[in-house]
Antibody, heavy 119, light 110 residues
Framework: EVQLLESGGGLVQPGGSLRLSCAAS????????MSWVRQAPGRGLEWVSA????????YYADSVKGRFTISRDNSKNTLFLQMSSLRAEDTAIYYC????????????WGQGTLVTVSS | QSVLTQPPSVSAAPGQRVTISCSGS????????VSWYQQFPGTAPQLLIY???KRPSGIPDRFSGSKSGTSATLVITGLQTGDEADYYC???????????FGGGTKLTVL
């Protein structure tokens, strides 16, 4: 069974940094694009970032461009999201997600990790 | 970056049929496949429809999707109380090179 297990969430002060990780198992991790999707409390899904299977191509939402960096370590089947200059509006559950057929659809989602930005 | 437009809520009685619309633009829905996701409170979303109208294994045929131009539609027939959830459409925006979701639609089964 495919598993995506996020970690690294927590409470951070405005302007601070945090690094999220997502450990993937039971699928050919390096073949597929991966993504981070977030959901603020009581709000809808917001696409944050995506990365190609090789890691060569990365994409970002305007709301996080220049502050967040997505990366992956295919030797360890792990996806990362480095977040800096965090703002209150970045408070959300962050889901790790597995794309299929390029960037056509997300087939697997992690359970999410909560990031709270507050002083 | 744009958000796809969905109605905030829809409702219908058990056994009935409901449609959820998703409106986009020529650069997102107009150029790419649409997928739909179902999310129950406190849980992660799950894939419901992909490539406009395909169902993953395990999704009943009560759920169907379609796309026309820059809009897509999710149809649920034979509504059950267990279908009460939030539903999101999603696609890729080719101009922005970014993913995009609808704002979500809360389904209430009366």
């Amino acid at each position: 069974e495919v598993q995506l297990l996020e970690s690294g969430g927590g409470l951070v002060q405005p302007g601070g940094s945090l690094r999220l990780s997502c450990a993937a198992s039971e699928f050919s991790f390096s073949i597929y694009a991966m993504s981070w999707v977030r959901q603020a409390p009581g709000r809808g899904l917001e696409w944050v970032s995506a990365i190609s299977g090789s890691g060569e191509s990365t994409y970002y939402a305007d709301s996080v461009k220049g502050r967040f960096t997505i990366s992956r370590d295919n030797s360890k089947n792990t996806l990362f999201l480095q977040m800096s200059s965090l703002r209150a509006e970045d408070t959300a559950i962050y889901y790790c997600a597995n794309y299929r057929d390029g960037y056509n659809y997300i087939i697997y989602w992690g359970q999410g990790t909560l990031v709270t930005v507050s002083s | 970056q744009s958000v796809l437009t969905q109605p905030p809520s829809v409702s219908a009685a058990p056994g009935q049929r409901v449609t959820i619309s998703c409106s986009g633009s020529s650069s997102d829905i107009g150029k790419n496949y649409v997928s739909w996701y179902q999310q129950f409170p406190g849980t992660a979303p799950q894939l419901l429809i992909y490539d406009n109208n395909k169902r993953p294994s395990g999704i009943p045929d009560r759920f169907s999707g379609s796309k026309s131009g820059t809009s897509a539609t999710l149809v649920i027939t034979g509504l059950q109380t267990g279908d009460e959830a939030d539903y999101y459409c999603g696609t890729w925006d080719s101009n922005q090179s970014a993913g995009v979701f609808g704002g979500g639609t809360k389904l209430t089964v009366l």
